[in-house]
Every structure is written in structure tokens, then in C-alpha cells.
């Protein structure tokens, strides 16, 4: 079935429900919001010469209309490749070329930076003439879609430096809102979902939920997490939810304007994307109370690799296993088999570390013109995740280690290779390796180990990063070194570096 579906079905039981609201104001019911979506997506086929099966890069800050761009390309059969709005130029570039895109959909300033940044891909701006013109076009009815047809290609930042795009069909998307249901939440309209964290990512998927159920999709007016407008915005809405990377739960608590604020509102904090440390969980359920759930999941598996729940958290009070429970990333879900595997693919024992690996309908179709990539990644069916892990007796799985020695900060993944390869490049460094150093508000932040050629300074290399990569992956101190420590194989010991931290 079209995704698209979701919100067709929830314009006729919910037509005079609010659907979309930019801060506190309702920008639409959901016939408007399907309306616009239908007008829209006839006109993107017309004006722009679409054919089903195309892709519509959508590269915006959060704002209600990335909702109605969504559904539109959804509904006109069309696929969507949401992109992280704190790219890179030369990032979107890349993605724009990567994907084919035939159109890009775009929040203005973005707009701008797109049409002076490159010249393939037409870009329509959302604040224009045109596309308010576009959204009063003859409506159409919604495509047909096979569950296994395309639906989002969600751009992973590649090890290799190269962002890959997992690609997500109708049923993958459809398979991660039931297993939502399953595991996380029951909804109903009036729920709110706010999203302090980007649309594009793991905040849109679990606004999905939401549009099948009729609830309510808030993007703040600063577009992103600010905690005293989050915390206005949660005494607004009844009912509301979140999905938050763990240090935006850390954020929140420990802000000024967390101090007197009223949570009540609130119905869950979902939390994920990067590690939960257990005395911020603990903390967070002292200050909120029991209103949280963790997933843990990744753009090839969308929201659903396991689930520790609201149950769990809450009556699990007295469990002997409580502190490894809460540090632990909950149990398999409903819709998916999981399985820690060694090297060789043979299933690992009880509390054995080795690679999980997933299974289910949520598991990508593969990597988009990377076959490559898809036969190290698909196997006999299985997702290989590159994350490691270990199972308990109970079902419990805890991540040991994330492979590939990803940085997460702010919830955001950071490929160090990637900033190694851009920094390679400046004429006067000779070795780097970048590693992730523990933040308290971020979750880690981005530090450079440098070998020099020639004399360099702080100032010089920020420049150089300031011009070549996004502001957020640029590392935030350089340390310079003589040699870096390696190996008989001649590889860096990031271990050693980290320990130099
Ligand atoms: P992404 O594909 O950007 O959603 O990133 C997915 C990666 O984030 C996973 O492969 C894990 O390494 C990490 N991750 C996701 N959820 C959790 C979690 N609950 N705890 C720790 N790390 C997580």
C-alpha cells in the first residue's frame, strides 16, 4: 500500500482534527492538510514533468510545510530524500547528484545556498509564489504503490565519507508505524508530537504514528530544541510527545526554565540515536516520571530494532537486574528477530559480544546504486547493523561498542573518516585521526589528533574546516602530535588516543 495512505484515511475520520501547527497556532485540520498534499502532488507531476518512481529531495528546516511536501510526493507516487539541513553544500550536492533528484523542496535560505551552489537540480522554495500557486493546482487521486516500491531514500553518512541512501519502501515505512503501535504507544487525535529535533530524521518517523491516529505535528517557530521553548509549547499541547536524542533529555532537565516548569502535559519521550548514560535516565524519571521509552534503531532498520518500554522502565522498579536493564537498549520487537552474531556469521551465545544483525520487514531494501555496500550489509536476509552488542538470559540487548568508531553529538552522527579525508587534504598535514571526546550537554564532541608537515596553526586548520565541511563536524579543538600511535599493521590506535582524552 502508498504510505500516502495514512493521511487520506485520517482527512476522512479526522477531517476537522488539527494536523499541522507552527509553534501554538494550527496551520491546518487534516482535510486541509490532505488537500494541499493531493493539489500539490498533481502539480509536481505536471509542472515539473515528474514520473513515478522520481526523486524530490526535500532539504529543509523543520517547518509545517515539510509535511505537506511529504505526503505530496508520497501521493503523486513519487519518492522522498529527506536531507539533514546542516549539511554541507558540497553535502547536498553530493546527495542531489547521488540520488537523481529531479526537484528539490526547500526552506528559503536553503533555497538560496542550493540555486548559487549548483545548477542540476531545480530548487522551488517554499516561501514562493509559485509553490502557494502549485498547492492550488487540480487535485489527484493518490498513486498505486506496491508495498516493496521506494518510498524514502534516507542518506546514512557512509564510513567511507560518502553518505549512502538506505533505501525504505512503502512496507518498510508501514511496518515501522505498526510495530510503533506494538511497542511504544497507542495514539489518539489531540496527541501531539513536537519536533525539537530534526523532521528529516527521527523525529519525522515518529510523526508517522501520529498522522495514522490523527494527532497533531508541532514544529517550534525556532525550528529546533530550545528547552524554554519546548517547555512552553509542552504546557500548550495536552497530551504531547517527543522523539529526543538522550542528551536533548539531558538538556532539557538540567535547563534554567526546566526548574519551574510544568511536564505534565506530557505522554511520552521516546529516546534513542546514540547512548543513554544510566544516571541521566534515572534523573530524567525523578524529574518527568515514568514517560520514557528508548528505541534503538538506524536509517536501515527505521525507529525498530528494540524497545526498552515504558513498562519496563517503570514497573521494572524493583527487577535485581534494574541497573543493567536501564543501561541496556531493551528487547527485541514485535516485528523483528534479532541476532548477535560473530565474524563468521555463526549465532553468538548469551552474553557473548558480537555484531547484531536484524530481520523483518522494517530492514531496508538495500543501498541505492551501491551494490557494494547492500552485499556487505544484506545478508541471507539479515541486516549486519555494524553495531556490536550482547544479549542476556532475558532477552536484554546492551550495546557494547558502536563499531566503525562513529561520533555522536547532539544526537547527530559524525563519521570521523569523513573530517580525517577533508582535513588529508590541506597541503600541510600529514597524519589525522579524529576521535569523539565525552560532552556533557552534546554527548561527545568532535576532537583532530594532527601531524603537520609544516608549521600549521589552530587558526589556519578552522579556517580551512569552516570552509570545507558543516560548522557541527568541524572538530572543536586540534591536537597537534609528533607521530600517532599505531599498530604492527600500521593503523591507528584510536583507543590509545581516546585514552590520551
Ligand atoms: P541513524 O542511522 O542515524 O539513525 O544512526 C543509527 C545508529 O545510532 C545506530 O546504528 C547506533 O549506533 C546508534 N543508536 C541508535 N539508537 C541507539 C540507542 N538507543 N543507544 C545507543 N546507540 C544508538
Redesign the pocket.
Known amino acids: 500500500m502508498n504510505i500516502a495512505n495514512i493521511l487520506v484515511r485520517s482527512a476522512k475520520s479526522h477531517k476537522n482534527a488539527p494536523a499541522l501547527a507552527y509553534g501554538t497556532e494550527i496551520t491546518a485540520t487534516y482535510a486541509e492538510f490532505a488537500d494541499k498534499s493531493a493539489r500539490l502532488a498533481a502539480a509536481l507531476l505536471t509542472e515539473y514533468d515528474l514520473k513515478s518512481g522520481d526523486r524530490v529531495a526535500l532539504i529543509m528546516k523543520n517547518h509545517p510545510e515539510y509535511w505537506v511536501s511529504l505526503f505530496a510526493i508520497w501521493h503523486a507516487g513519487l519518492v522522498a530524500v529527506p536531507v539533514n539541513a546542516k549539511l554541507h553544500i558540497n553535502e547536498f550536492t553530493y546527495i542531489l547528484e547521488n540520488s537523481g533528484a529531479r526537484l528539490a523542496i526547500a526552506t528559503p535560505e536553503l533555497a538560496d545556498q542550493l540555486r548559487k551552489g549548483q545548477d542540476i537540480t531545480p530548487v522551488l522554495n517554499i516561501a514562493s509564489a509559485e509553490y502557494q500557486s502549485l498547492k492550488a493546482a487540480p487535485h489527484m487521486e493518490m498513486a498505486e504503490k506496491d508495498g516493496d516500491d521506494l518510498a524514502w531514500l534516507f542518506y ?1 553518512s557512509g564510513t567511507t565519507g560518502k553518505p549512502k541512501g538506505a533505501m525504505l519502501s512503502h512496507r518498510n515505512l508501514l511496518a515501522a508505524i505498526l510495530s510503533y503501535f506494538a511497542d511504544v504507544s497507542p495514539h489518539n487525535p489531540g496527541d501531539a508530537i513536537i519536533h525539537a529535533a530534526p523532521q528529516t ?2 523525529s519525522g518517523l515518529y510523526g508517522l504514528p501520529l498522522i495514522a491516529k490523527g494527532g497533531i505535528q508541532v514544529t517550534p517557530l525556532s525550528g529546533g530544541f530550545d528547552p524554554a521553548e519546548t517547555l512552553d509549547l509542552i504546557a500548550h499541547y495536552p497530551n504531547c510527545c517527543f522523539f529526543f536524542a538522550p542528551t536533548m533529555v539531558h538538556r532539557l532537565i538540567g535547563s534554567d526554565a526546566f526548574q519551574n516548569a510544568d511536564t505534565s502535559n506530557i505522554k511520552l519521550i521516546v529516546y ?5 548514560y544510566e544516571a541521566d535516565i534515572r534523573r530524567a524519571l525523578d524529574a518527568i516520571g515514568p514517560k520514557f521509552c ?7 532498520a527505521p525507529m525498530t530494532i528494540t524497545v526498552l518500554t515504558q513498562h519496563e522502565l517503570e514497573a521494572g522498579t524493583d527487577h535485581p537486574n534494574r541497573a543493567a536493564r536501564l543501561a541496556s ?1 531493551g528487547v527485541e520487537r514485535t516485528d523483528v528477530e534479532v541476532c548477535i552474531r560473530r565474524k563468521d556469521g555463526d549465532p553468538c551465545d548469551i552474553g557473548e559480544v558480537g555484531e547484531i544483525t536484524v530481520r523483518g520487514d522494517v530492514v531496508m531494501l538495500g543501498y541505492w546504486q551501491n551494490p557494494e555496500a547492500t552485499a556487505k550489509t544484506l545478508k541471507d536476509g539479515w541486516l549486519w ?3 556490536m552488542g550482547a544479549l542476556d538470559e532475558d532477552g536484554f540487548l546492551t ?1 557494547k561498542d ?1 563499531s566503525k568508531d ?1 561520533i ?1 553529538s547532539g544526537g547527530t ?1 559524525i563519521y570521523p573518516r569523513e573530517i580525517e579525508e577533508i582535513l588529508l587534504t590541506h597541503p600541510k598535514i600529514d597524519e589525522v585521526s579524529v576521535v569523539g571526546r565525552p560532552h556533557p550537554d552534546w554527548g561527545e564532541e568532535v576532537v583532530a589528533f594532527i601531524v603537520t608537515k609544516e608549521s600549521l596553526t589552530t587558526e589556519d586548520i578552522d579556517a580551512y574546516c569552516l570552509e570545507h565541511m558543516a560548522r557541527f563536524k568541524r572538530p572543536k579543538e586540534y591536537i597537534f602530535k609528533e607521530a600517532l600511535p599505531k599498530n604492527n599493521y600500521g593503523k591507528v590506535l584510536k583507543t590509545e588516543l581516546r585514552a590520551l582524552l
Do not use: A, C, F, S
Not at 528508548?294 to 536501515?300: A, L
Open positions: 546514512t530524521h527521527g534513542g540515536g546514540g547512548p543513554m528508548q528505541i534503538y534503531g538506524q536509517g536501515e537498549v547493523t555494524g553495531d550495546l558502536r562513529l555522536i552522527n
